[in-house]
């Protein structure tokens, strides 16, 4: 497609569990972001990578959380020990550079119970 | 640091009517850009409209156009003639740099917009 997608559109976990998700960029975009967007707020900014620069990892709210992104393309966030603070939906987007604007995929709801 | 601040929780308008969604913004940056984004309840961010801080005139795209007003810190969005389509929640959004620059967009809390028929 010619989108940002994300999957699973929908994960339940149980707290303590592990938990990956997917983010395929729009090709040939070389920075790439995640967000998270807890219930009634705004997105937050969590990690950011930029071609084959270090990925700028300040959002990132506790080391629970890791993403990569691999041959420069589809990313993994992974979360660790889930809590239940850990709900919320996580959007990935994706630019041509830092200069572009950010397209944004449809999220990943996460549910921890 | 970067702050974004959305006063209005939510917002009725009747439709064909204009709409003022307000935001304003702290940052020490001398260099920062301002964007606007819709999120319908199918989730999805949608680009709206973009302000440099360096830009002289207030951006405009179609129905959209930006308030920018740099000494108040101030970057409202105006939606001329609302629709039904223009019901969901908007959001404010700083970066760090200009010239369409990105990296980590700090977002506003947001203003759900709901356009009566």
């Known amino acids: 497609g010619a989108g940002v997608s994300q999957s699973p559109s929908n994960k339940v976990t149980e707290k303590g569990k592990d938990v990956e998700l997917r983010c395929d960029p729009i090709s040939g975009h070389t920075a790439l972001y995640w967000y998270r967007q807890s219930l009634g707020q705004g997105l937050e900014f969590l990690i950011y990578?930029?071609?084959?620069?270090?990925?700028?990892k300040s959002g990132l709210p506790s080391d629970r959380f890791s993403a990569e992104r691999t041959g420069g393309s589809v990313s993994t966030l992974t979360i660790q020990r889930t809590q239940q603070e850990d709900s919320a939906v996580y959007l990935c987007?994706?630019?041509?550079?830092?200069?572009?604007?950010?397209?944004f995929g449809p999220g990943t709801r996460l549910t921890v119970l | 640091a970067q702050k974004i601040t959305q006063t209005q929780p939510g917002m009725f308008v009747q439709e064909k009517e204009a709409v003022t969604l307000d935001c304003t913004y702290d940052?020490?940056?001398?260099?920062?850009?301002l964007f606007w984004y819709k999120q319908p309840s199918s989730g999805e961010m949608i680009f709206l409209i973009y302000?440099?801080?360096?830009?002289?005139q207030n951006a405009t795209e179609g129905r959209y156009s930006l308030n920018f007003q740099k000494a108040r810190k101030s970057a409202n969005l105006v939606i001329s003639a609302s629709q039904l389509g223009d019901s969901a929640m908007y959001f404010c959004?700083?970066?760090?740099?200009?010239?369409?620059?990105?990296?980590?967009?700090?977002f506003g809390t947001g203003t759900r917009l709901t356009i009566i028929p």
């Open positions: 990578f930029q071609g084959n620069s270090a990925p700028d």
């Open positions: 940052t020490s940056d001398q260099s920062y850009g």
């Open positions: 302000q440099g801080s360096y830009d002289e």
């Open positions: 987007a994706s630019s041509s550079g830092p200069w572009g604007e950010q397209f």
């Open positions: 959004a700083l970066s760090p740099g200009s010239n369409f620059g990105n990296e980590k967009l700090t």
